[in-house]
């Protein structure tokens, strides 16, 4: 069986894994962060609002969809 790419996975398999990637730093964020109180340690975090954290993940995983979307040329 060959190995099958990120780009060849269907649109929406694509939308949904950076989709839960987003989540997962939502969840981290409501269930540790702000419920254990390291938000007071954590310089320019708001609780329950936008911050530049959210725009840094949201950064790295439209690098991972790029990165995943580069066309890798194999060496036979």
Known sequence: MDKIEFSQLPF?????TCVSMF????????FVIDRYGFAK???F???ANVC????LIAGLIGAFWVVAHRKHVRAD
């Open 12 to 16: 929406i398999v694509r939308i949904v």
């Open 23 to 30: 989540s997962a730093w939502v969840l981290f964020a409501e």
């Open 41 to 43: 340690h954590i310089p």
């Open 52 to 55: 530049p954290y959210e725009f």
């Open 45 to 47: 975090y708001r609780i």
